[in-house]
């Protein structure tokens, strides 16, 4: 039965109607977010992601990474305090999982058109749980650029369904993020990369400015010793690892992205990134070697064709 103390209305919340935003971003917005998933990070000059952040006939060609598409959806996110009937603690907001389709590979600078939708909603009991969609499309030419599916995870914000099965909305089964098997065989790659204890501090400059990220305080209160890295952060670390490994440095490669948080990250710890070949699907986990080789995101990664070394 529903919660008496519960904040949230579904019928309200499942009504609203986002407004349609913009994005525009620069050079140096795609350079910024590229140091912050670690390019360049052990070697400054790498010539495998040098081109992220430097290219020596001007800024305009320098290539973008895949996962820069989960910023566009960035600007919707705040608006979620704005939703009738859809109260909770924003100092409990958990990054649950992502979903990205890329359609075309972006260009070092663009401007964006925004149509954002709620996808799902989902009483958990303790936590609601909210599916947020993101169509972006180039503003000049109105072609699809991505999509991103955002869920969300609310601790303390369930208990709202009004019979005795818990309440659970979703845009139908081809919306849903799919759930990943990390195969029990060896990895066909596997790669290894350092996070720098002020990696969240500079992954917010990219537009995630959630307290959890940079105050101790707030990261107390959700229950973290210290300040949490992003888990786009993680996820673009995966992605990047995926680019170098198995695209043999070919970014445009990438057609969709998936990825669940499965458990956080603090700056300065290292990731291991195991990945697994199945056709043109990348299966991957990323684990945190200084926990054990706790697993803290797994997902896949579809490619558009296989490089022909492989």
């Known amino acids: 039965m529903a919660d008496a103390n519960s904040r949230i209305n ?11 935003t913009t994005y525009r971003y620069s050079e140096r917005d795609a350079a910024l977010y590229a140091l912050g998933v670690g390019a360049c990070g052990r070697d400054a000059v790498d010539t495998s992601e040098l081109k992220y952040v430097y290219h020596e006939n001007g800024q305009q060609f320098i290539k973008v990474l895949p996962t820069f598409a989960a910023l566009s959806s960035l600007d919707s996110l705040p608006r979620i305090t704005e939703i009738p009937g859809m109260e909770y603690d924003p100092r409990l907001l958990l990054h649950g999982q992502q979903y990205i ?17 709620i996808a799902g909603l989902h009483d958990k009991g303790k936590a609601a749980v909210l599916e947020i969609e993101t169509l972006s499309s180039d503003k000049e030419c109105g072609q699809p650029m991505c999509m991103n599916r955002t869920t969300l995870y609310l601790k303390g914000a369930g208990g709202f369904s009004r019979t005795h099965d818990l309440y ?26 350092c996070t720098q204890p ?3 501090l500079l992954y917010r400059l990219s537009g995630d400015y959630n307290p959890l990220h940079s105050d101790p305080a707030v990261a107390k209160i959700a229950g973290f010793s210290r300040p949490i890295l992003h888990g786009l952060s993680t996820l673009g670390f995966a992605v990047r690892a995926i680019v170098k490994c198995i695209c043999r ?3 445009d490669m990438v057609k969709s992205i998936s990825g ?4 956080h990250v603090y700056p300065g710890e290292t990731l291991i990134t195991e990945m697994w070949l199945e056709g043109s699907r990348v299966v991957y986990q990323v684990k945190v070697k200084e ?7 797994s997902g896949h990664v579809d490619l558009s064709r296989l490089p022909s070394q492989l």
């Open 168 to 193: 659970s909305y979703s845009k139908g089964p081809t919306n849903q993020i799919p759930t990943v098997r990390i195969p029990q065989s060896q990895p066909f790659a596997v790669f290894e990369d």
């Open 260 to 263: 669940r948080f499965l458990l």
């Open 291 to 297: 926990r054990r080789n706790k697993a803290v995101l």
């Open 10 to 20: 579904p019928e309200l919340v499942l009504s609203y109607k986002f407004p349609e």
């Open 198 to 200: 002020s990696q969240a």
């Open 101 to 117: 389709e890329i359609y075309r590979p972006f260009p070092s600078s663009g401007y964006l058109q925004n149509k954002t939708s």
């Open 249 to 251: 440095g070919d970014p």
